[in-house]
């Protein structure tokens, strides 16, 4: 079936849902953060500076008083539910891209409660109940579920839903900036955008003025798909159709499933089932149906959204957040007995692109498999046992890198920080390459004698009191130095009584050839590194 | 391939296009087969490696001054070439060594030495997703424990590096590769009473020995690190020699360090 023009669309927008799911109110500053990093805020604390995209610290410090949130899409989805359950009154079909916004298609919903303006209406209002005052609600109503969704985010307070004539979603969408559609229309596309961007086309209407054949040559079909939104169009591509039946994939769950996460299980095994069957074909789906049949009859059905293609792990995720969602509904919806039948329908299907990896042979993300097994070391030791590298500054060998607690990080997102900076810092006193390659976390104690046997010291001065001529470390037996370099003594934080450091760092080769470096603070030394 | 190779070797009998031939059938050869098999090593190391590179499912032992480095040098090559590294229980790495001399920091993954019950299970559960592995237990490694890890590795692909400085022969079994320093002298310190100089870089006789095709040992002289702080080849090469014979360098000859 091939359509341009889009089809007209209310969207759902529940503003800063993961806040609101919480169930913090929106008055009081509240932060979500994922890999250290802010991924929603209440209206409060936005107020007080925060935005998304924010470090942690950063955050904290221009908001104190936020409630902290880790980022859970579970709970969101959980939480979301009932307002997915209140628009089924309105419409047989609800689209739910992600928690806090679903779209439904308005053809037959509006003509039956009298036009767009009242159905927006009546959504508004059912929304409101389901939210029963924990949140905010904004419903747009456009041609195509990118406009809408666009629309939604005018309204205002005392104006919760703005209705777009059709035909003027182009009109309306023209001064959006350009990077709406990543943030909004959830294309994953950054690099076209980033382009379009600094060629000078900060708008969407700017973009959509570009002739449609030159954007397809020159960006592909990332550069089509920005363009077709940008010009108020369907973002779904003109390939899209529905698949033929027997790509559907049906569990029966004998005996019944009580359990979510025991379905959750049973859902990754099906959507890989579902992946093999459309990957013989070359597809990938961008709408799928989950529904969950229970032994009384019930019927519970949902359609997930992503304009990426959906990953088995997505997927699976998709039917866990649905099944939390239902059983923990209320008393009314709530299903009465276990789940007996599960099944997954590609409802949208598109050709599979397939993933291309970085031109510059940058493919650093990290496989499921190793984040899986990464998470079960986790489990074992302890989280903060499992750390990854990440640039700091300094003098000494430890204090360059150090290691951060993999969970503060996105493994699965390039991490330009754990690279080292160049020569360039600004750290006079620094001992020059080659780094050592053995630092212990707890330098052990050492020590530098001199000829005579008295300890080496080092002046006010940053000279030795005599030259080293034994070495010994940690109580072991003391060598003869054969070869010193040094003193590199650095005087640090002198700005701040509490932090304050001095110290010295000596080069040391004893006779068996080791090369050590020692550092003397308080007039005690210890082995900071062995260049092993 | 071989069959039309063979019939086009009888009609084209002059030697420019047999080699055109030969050029033909090596593209047309499938392709990745010497890179499933072993993992890349950098550069100055290759000619140390039966085939190129350290072979894949096998057990890597560094011993000698300058293990640490040894061991970073070689996961270089597989760090650059996309691979991830895991180091277990080496709580004491030089991060910034690592990264001068080669490694890709941004997939280095670094766990904490796990209680000695755990650690068959905590490197089982990495080697079924990592493709370095680099260890160093330190209490013995139970038989059964290590030929299930290897088994797992061989089936995975991946390589095990065993660092000195744990418990002396935790490992039961011999190692499938040996990489010994043999002998190392740092350049760089000023050899006089004023502390002058610093150090710079270090000469180090590199000797990769082991099973099968890497029975007969192999040398290389090496500047670990180099000027740089990266790897980069002796000029002086150090010719092929049994092992009975030691080489003397110039400056002090090395033994295990302490």
Redesign the interface.
């Known amino acids: 079936m091939r359509r341009s023009a889009a089809a007209r669309t209310l969207v759902v927008w529940c503003p800063d849902w993961p806040v609101v799911a919480a169930g913090i109110p929106l008055d009081q500053p509240a932060l979500v953060l994922h890999a250290n990093r802010v991924v929603a805020c209440s209206p409060a604390a936005r107020a007080e500076g925060v935005s998304e995209g924010l470090r942690r610290r950063e955050a904290q410090g221009r908001s104190p008083a936020a409630i902290v949130l880790a980022h859970d899409p579970a709970r969101d989805a959980r939480a979301f539910e009932p307002v997915v359950a209140a628009l089924d009154a309105v419409a047989p079909r609800v689209e739910v891209r992600l928690p806090g916004s679903c779209a439904l298609a308005t053809r037959g919903p509006a003509r039956y409660f009298g036009g767009d303006h009242a159905l927006a209406d009546t959504v508004t209002s059912l929304v409101a109940v389901a939210l029963d005052g924990r949140g905010q609600v904004a419903v747009g109503v456009a041609d195509g579920a990118f406009a809408a969704a666009c629309a939604a985010r005018t309204t205002g307070p005392g104006r919760a839903a703005v209705v777009v004539p059709p035909g003027e979603s182009a009109a309306s969408l023209a001064a959006w900036p350009t990077s709406t559609v990543t943030t909004v229309g959830g294309i994953e596309a950054p690099a076209v955008v980033d382009v379009l961007v600094r060629l000078g086309l900060t708008t969407l209407g700017a973009v959509a003025t570009l002739p449609p054949a030159d954007v397809l040559a020159r960006f592909g079909p990332d550069g089509e798909l920005v363009h077709r939104l940008a010009r108020g169009l369907d973002a779904r591509p003109l390939d899209a159709r529905h698949p033929a039946p027997d790509l559907t994939v049906t569990a029966e769950l004998d005996p019944p499933v009580e359990r979510v996460d025991t379905a959750a299980f049973l859902a990754v095994g099906l959507a890989d089932e579902l992946h093999r069957r459309l990957d013989e074909r070359g597809l990938a789906a961008i709408q799928v149906g989950i529904a969950a049949e229970t032994e009384h009859g019930e019927r519970h059905e949902r359609f997930w959204r992503h304009e990426g293609a959906l990953t088995p792990a997505a997927i699976a995720e998709r039917v866990r957040w649905q099944l939390d969602g239902w059983l923990s509904g209320s008393s009314a919806t709530r299903p009465t007995a276990g789940i007996t039948r599960l099944v997954l329908t590609p409802d949208e299907v598109v050709a599979a692109r397939g993933r291309q990896l970085g031109f510059w ?1 940058g ?2 993300r ?2 499921e ?2 984040v ?3 998470a ?2 986790q489990a ?2 302890g989280t ?6 990440e640039r700091r500054g300094g003098r000494g ?1 430890a204090e ?4 951060v607690p ?1 969970t503060t990080v996105d493994l699965t997102a ?2 330009p920080t ?3 900076d160049g020569a360039a810092e600004p750290w006079p006193g620094r ?11 707890d330098p052990p104690a050492a020590d530098l004698l001199a000829a005579d046997g008295a300890s080496v010291g080092v002046t006010g001065r940053g000279a ?1 009191t005599a ?1 080293p001529a034994e070495v010994a470390v940690d109580g ?1 037996g003391s060598r003869k130095v ?6 590199w003594p650095v005087d640090e934080r002198w700005w701040d009584p509490a932090a304050h450091r001095r110290r010295a760092r ?2 040391v ?1 004893d ?5 050590r470096l020692l550092v003397i603070e308080d007039g005690r030394w210890r082995l900071e ?1 062995t ?2 | 391939m071989g069959y039309i190779c063979s019939i086009l070797g009888c009609v084209v009998a002059s030697s420019p296009q047999r080699t055109e031939l030969h050029r033909l059938g090596d593209r047309a050869r499938p392709l990745m087969m010497a890179a499933e098999r072993v993992l890349p090593v950098t550069g100055p190391f290759e000619g140390l490696f039966p085939g190129g590179g350290v072979r894949r499912g096998s057990v890597v032992a560094t011993e000698g ?5 040894l061991t ?1 040098a070689l996961v270089a090559g597989a760090s650059q070439a ?1 691979v ?1 590294t895991v180091a277990v229980g080496v ?11 080669g490694v ?9 030495p ?1 209680p000695v019950g ?1 650690w068959p ?2 490197v089982a ?2 080697v ?3 493709e370095v592995l680099v260890v160093c237990p330190e209490a013995r490694v139970r038989p059964t424990d290590a030929r299930r890890l290897v088994a797992r590795a061989r089936e995975r692909g991946a390589v095990l590096f065993h660092l000195p400085g744990g418990r002396a022969g935790a490992w039961p079994d011999a190692p499938d590769l040996r990489c010994r320093v043999v002998a ?3 350049s ?4 006089d ?1 004023t ?8 000469r180090v006789t590199v000797e990769v020995a082991g099973r099968r095709e890497a029975v007969r040992p192999r040398r290389a002289a090496l500047w670990l ?1 180099g000027a ?2 990266g790897v980069a080849p002796a000029a002086r090469p150090v010719p092929t020699v049994p092992p009975a014979a030691p080489v003397v360098e110039t ?2 000859v ?2 295990e ?2």
């Open positions: 042979g493919e650093s990290v496989d498999r190793a899986r097994a990464l079960r070391v074992l030791l903060e046992a499992v750390t990854v590298p060998p360059r890198l150090v290691l993999v390039p991490r754990a690279q080292p001992v020059p390459p080659p780094a050592p390659a053995v630092v212990p976390p030795v030259p072991a054969v070869a010193w370099a040094g003193p000596v080069q080769l006779d068996t050839g080791t090369a590194a260049y092993d | 001054p300058g293990a640490t480095s970073l996309g991830w709580s004491a790495l030089g991060l910034a060594a690592a990264t001068e001399l890709d920091l941004e997939r280095l993954v670094v766990v904490d796990p755990q299970t905590v559960a990495l079924d997703a990592f190392a002298s740092w760089g310190l000023g050899r009473a502390g002058s100089g610093h150090l710079r870089a270090r690190p740089d702080g400056a002090a090395m033994e360090s302490a």
